[in-house]
């Protein structure tokens, strides 16, 4: 039996939107007990992140690539020691660190998943030791790679009467269904808030749609959002996972920016709803984690489409570095050989505990 022996872990996650790296501190013994140590977002120069962006959405030289991983690299180990300088002497020890790494590609039905991060120099850099490259094992064991937060998700919500169900909004929108004698599913939905993003920064040459000011603005077109959604991902069933290029059939560049802003926030709200509506039972709760969730156009169509939606922020959890304690958990139960992902969160044929520790 695994011991039940809590650790202090950090975390780290580099999210699609490349805007920097999230860091946060978990005590847990990698099941339900948990406590929130706090956490930090440390920003990428805006150079950084456009080359990062770049990588990720077209092919670059392997030499650009390697410079971009140790540059990353190095941005982590600045965050983590920023963040235990704000930390009082004695009131944690974090003895091991989840290094997610940036994903550069995820083509499931490829059976590839690539994420950058070089966990030898980050272990050299700050001293402690890293558990790295959380997806591959996934992806050789028969699943998908994604998403990895579900397990977190249902042991953070295990209080809560099923069914209930948790969105997380990074640049793409993953689920995690919560019901009855501890039944689980997920899979990515959707686009997030990627599309939006993408669209803001092209069409209005800004990093992302401010409180919602472009959409708040503009009309949903109820036609494109039916045409975005009859592609074939949005047929699959959960569990699934969205490639980087799998929504790009959608195409709003005929509309007005606001116009163009709300669909995009229509297509990702609806299919969260029709990914959920498959699932055994609608959730009496939808909560909602991630950078969408500051995005009042998106939470209102959510709320219009499910009715109790909340943000994890009632739970007083932090919707900005979720992700970040996700896999400082996830570290802590490498260590102690708990499975990461199971054939309903991922695809996977079993039960597989992922990741690979590196010592400085």
């Not at 039996?1 to 920097?20: C, E, F, Q, V, Y």
């Not at 990428?44 to 140790?70: C, F, G, M, N």
């Not at 490259?133 to 990895?148: E, S, Y």
């Not at 669909?263 to 299919?271: H, I, N, R, Y």
Request: proline share 6%.
């Amino acid at each position: 039996m695994p011991s039940k022996k809590r650790i202090d872990a950090i975390g780290l996650m580099s999210g699609t939107s490349a805007d920097g790296v999230d860091v946060a501190l978990l005590r847990t013994d990698g099941e339900a007990d948990i406590e929130f140590l706090g956490g930090l977002t440390c920003a990428y120069e805006e150079d950084l992140r456009w080359r990062l962006i770049e990588a990720s959405q077209h092919d670059v030289p392997i030499v650009e690539l390697l410079r971009l991983e140790r540059e990353i690299t190095l941005c982590h180990a600045e965050a983590v020691q920023k963040f235990l300088a704000t930390l009082t002497p004695g009131s944690a020890s974090p003895t091991i660190v989840g290094f997610h790494g940036h994903t550069v590609r995820h083509v499931p039905g490829e059976s590839l998943t690539m994420q950058i991060g070089n966990a030898w120099l980050l272990a050299e850099q700050i001293g402690i030791p890293v558990v790295s490259d959380f997806r591959r094992r996934d992806v050789a064991a028969g699943g998908q790679g994604a998403p990895l937060a579900a397990m977190f998700h249902q042991a953070i919500f295990a209080g809560e009467k099923p069914p209930l169900a948790v969105l997380n909004l990074g640049g793409v929108a993953n689920v995690t269904w919560l019901g009855p004698d501890g039944r689980i599913i997920a899979g990515d939905t959707g686009p997030g808030c990627g599309l939006l993003d993408e669209w803001t920064q092209e069409m209005a040459g800004l990093s992302h749609d401010v409180d919602g000011r472009l959409a708040a603005k503009g009309q949903p077109q109820p036609a494109l959002v039916k045409a975005a959604l009859n592609a074939p991902f949005f047929k699959k069933t959960l569990p699934r996972s969205a490639d980087r290029y799998e929504f790009d059939h959608i195409d709003v560049s005929m509309l007005s920016v606001e116009d163009g802003a709300a669909t995009l926030c229509a297509v990702t709200s609806q299919a969260v709803f029709e990914a959920v509506k498959t699932l055994p039972a609608m959730p009496k709760t939808l909560w909602v984690t991630g950078g969408g969730v500051h995005h009042p156009v998106i939470m209102r169509m959510l709320g219009d489409l499910f009715g109790d939606v909340r943000s994890v922020e009632d739970r007083k959890l932090s919707p900005d570095t979720l992700e970040a304690e996700c896999f400082a958990w996830l570290a802590v139960r490498h260590l102690k050989g708990l499975p990461l992902t199971v054939p309903e969160t991922t695809g996977c044929s079993r039960p597989v505990t992922g990741g690979t520790i590196t010592v400085a």
